[in-house]
């Protein structure tokens, strides 16, 4: 275990049996499951999915031969049925006790009584809920919402103590009970957290532009270890997928460097011999200098050795990528076909950061790729909801390729094409163990295209300027550009003989 998880006795850790939700990505935060036998809240906003967490969480004891029991105050049966059946669910073996008031309960003479309401209602609710526990002996149960529990008590004191009854019954009768809370009180509910064992807080964050951004934080998992912090989740059909937060430390495998080459003699020149394996690639400069296609280059250089590589284009259509990389004698294609190489198109308006970095280690675990291109970082930013996290988020997806020995390559466009107007969006290069920087500039009456190293952290690297050459069906990288002076201003000063660039 790392220290990103809650420090707790090695033995409470190991020997309480777990529960598990039926959500992969929701156990693996909670350290296996919930704890068994104890009372749980799981809090959040109309449509954050705490519902489909609950029948999932209730599907998944139904597997393991555990009796459940959805106790439903709010949502009728006939709605449950239908959240199950949009996700291709049955909910056979799942009793639903249905406490919605009854048609005659509705008519106004029907709802006066010399007894306070809350006397009558929270008690008979209680006592039929218990009444069907009595029977069926569940070892899982949900009770949806509390937000009718808290109109039914009135008095926030009736409300605790209603509560902590539960909490009581429960405990001695090896059940799991997950509570659902919709937020509709007007301060958040700490008394409540304060009881419950557990706390799951559901969050969904409004964007400008695409899909709400889902996460998730374990507020609190009494006696165990959790992982701690926010962790994007979506709703799809089959229900909700988890995204753990990625750390880094934790996919430590300890990979033997080796030479990644690109297939251009002069390109592995600049870097000393090729990049390493295991090391990040920052390819920097203005849009269409070529960035992507010298990353595209590494990836067919893998294939062609054998190993899988992959794309994740966030700014490019893929069709005209491979159209792209055909002209310049990169057939992409039979390398998608021959399963060496993925393509996969991002859409960052349709993307949470979390589920993009799931993306990339399921590339990983089940391919053993070996080369990842990231085109671009704007795209990849503009999956965040602000630049705050990027580096961070960036920081641990490098770090977990390099600890599994992949060669990454990240693409960044600055602004700006030509002079000393160029700027990055973000400062990120610290982050990339090597820099390829690409820039324009004006030779003979021609807009030319250079590039150069300028950083390498795992050993030494040429630090001349060459000129880049697209064109005849191929890419070419030229000898060292001494016969000029600011070429990377844009505006370089000729100081050898004319032909130079021929």
């Known amino acids: 275990m790392t220290n990103s998880k809650n420090s707790v006795g090695a033995d409470s850790v190991h020997t309480e049996a777990r529960a598990k939700t039926g959500i992969a990505g929701l156990d693996d935060i909670l350290n296996g499951g919930l704890p068994e036998g104890h009372l749980y809240l799981l809090e959040g906003d109309p449509g954050t999915g705490k519902t489909t967490i609950a029948l999932q969480f209730l599907m998944e004891g139904v597997k393991r031969g555990e009796k459940g029991l959805y106790v439903t105050l709010s949502e009728s049966k006939h709605e449950l049925l239908g959240v199950a059946r949009s996700h291709g669910w049955s909910l056979e073996g799942i009793p639903i006790f249905e406490m919605a008031p009854q048609t005659e309960d509705i008519h106004p003479e029907a709802q006066y009584t010399v007894f306070h309401p809350a006397e009558m209602e929270l008690a008979d609710t209680t006592s039929s809920v218990l009444k069907q526990v009595d029977e069926i ?42 509570l659902l809370d919709d ?86 020149e600049l870097f000393g011999g090729g990049i390493d394996a295991g090391t990040s690639t920052l390819l920097m400069g203005p849009a269409g200098c070529g960035k992507s296609t010298i990353a595209a280059r590494y990836v067919v250089s893998a294939a062609e050795r054998g190993e899988n590589a992959a794309i994740f284009a966030f700014d490019e259509n893929i069709e005209t990528l491979l159209n792209r990389a055909e002209g310049l004698n990169m057939d992409i294609r039979k390398h998608i076909k021959a399963g060496k190489v993925t393509v996969q198109q991002v859409d960052p308006a349709e993307l949470s950061p979390g589920e993009f970095v799931h993306l990339v280690r399921a590339r990983i675990e089940k391919d053993e790729t070996t080369v990842v291109v990231i085109d671009s970082l704007n795209g990849f930013m503009n999956s965040m909801p602000g630049e705050t996290y990027l580096t961070m988020q960036m920081h641990e997806l490098l770090m977990y390729l390099n600890q599994h020995g992949v060669a990454t390559l990240v693409t960044m466009a600055e602004h700006g094409f030509v002079g000393a107007n160029m700027a990055s969006p973000v400062d990120v290069s610290y982050l990339a163990d090597g820099v390829l920087l690409f820039r324009y500039f004006e030779a003979s009456g021609e807009i030319k295209q250079a590039i150069s190293v300028v950083k390498k952290r795992s050993g030494a690297h040429e630090r001349t300027i060459r000129e880049l050459i697209f064109g005849g069906g191929e890419i070419r990288v030229g000898k060292p550009l001494h016969e000029f002076e600011g070429v990377l201003t844009g505006v370089p000063k000729f100081l050898g003989k004319k032909g130079a660039l021929a």
């Open 183 to 268: 937020r509709t009180s007007e301060t958040a509910d700490l008394q409540l957290q304060s009881i419950a064992h557990g706390v799951i807080i559901l969050q969904s964050l409004e964007r400008d532009y695409g899909i709400k951004r889902r996460r998730l934080e374990v507020r609190k998992l009494r006696g165990s270890r959790f992982r701690e912090g926010f962790h994007d989740y979506s709703i799809q059909h089959g229900g909700v997928v988890v995204y753990p937060r990625l750390i880094a430390s934790e996919h430590n495998d300890g990979v033997k460097s080796k030479v990644v080459p690109s297939g251009l003699k002069e390109l592995d």
């Open 137 to 178: 002996g569940p070892q899982r149960v949900v009770f949806d919402s509390l937000s009718e529990l808290r109109m039914l008590a009135r008095d926030p004191l009736r409300y605790r103590r209603q509560i902590l009854g539960l909490k009581s019954y429960f405990s001695g009768r090896d059940c799991t009970v997950v």
